[in-house]
């Protein structure tokens, strides 16, 4: 049974894996076709950052992720503080209604969302509403509920009286939150920022109905590929993307391992100094 459940593993991360290790080597690959390595070379790379344009279009897409990480990180952030007020049922009825846009088909909420922005134009009698703000207000949009289900658990594990504490003994509201409860929920702000962050970067099917001409994001641009032979540069960038990503998630890794050896540590003082006591 040991030895099936390891071969089953092994078929399973060779399937999940090996279209990507496919794509890389492709990237290094002199050749045009995917079945057959002719030589190594690094001109694809070379092409891929003399394009001026794939790489504005890379920008708008980092410029478009990092912006809409963040705001949706501090949004997110003081709605959890918000939620936590409420009462039990109510908390649930939120966290409910918060999650479905995770479950929600993304052409459903890109159309939804088309359909707003087109509608508050027409309103304001605007002849170009898509573009720019459109992209970042849909970003936001869907990033938020990933940011409040990483940043909830850490703050209802958070000690309520740990902050009453610290205003006991002298700080003001703003400092005993920057001091005490900052620190203790940054992990999960840390995680929500990140996740929404790759969550953003290779979005295309909501991107895909909220963008304007006038700013295109990568994942968008790349789709006008599709119906015709890939470039080989595209090979190089997608191997670039998807180490970008790996790299974050190794962050994201590293950071909630950190916080579990912390909780860990605490835990474990809390116990010894109830033995003392005792």
Known sequence: MKRFNRIFTVAVFIFL???????????????????????????????????????????????????SSVVASVF??????????????????VMTVTNIPMTNPEIVTGISLALLFVFIGQMLKLKDVMGFWTLLIAHITFNLPYVILSVMPKLNQLDRHVGE??????????????????????PGIISGGLMAFTMSLDDFVISYFVYGPAFTTLPVEIYTYTKKPLPPKLYALFTVLFLAILLVMIVMNIVQARDDNRSRRNKNAKGEITLTRI
């Open 17 to 67: 894996y090996a279209p990507i290790l496919l794509l890389v080597a492709a990237s290094f690959s002199s050749g045009t076709s995917l079945s057959n390595f002719e030589g190594f070379t690094l001109s694809r790379y070379s092409e891929l950052f003399s394009d001026k344009n794939m790489l504005g279009l890379l920008l708008n897409s980092l410029i478009v992720a990092l912006i």
């Open 165 to 186: 504490a610290a205003l006991d003994l002298g700080c003001t509201p703003i400092k005993a939150f920057f001091k005490v409860t900052l620190p203790e929920i940054l």
């Open 76 to 93: 997110g952030t003081v709605s959890c503080f918000g939620i936590r007020r409420l009462g039990r049922r109510a908390q649930k009825t």
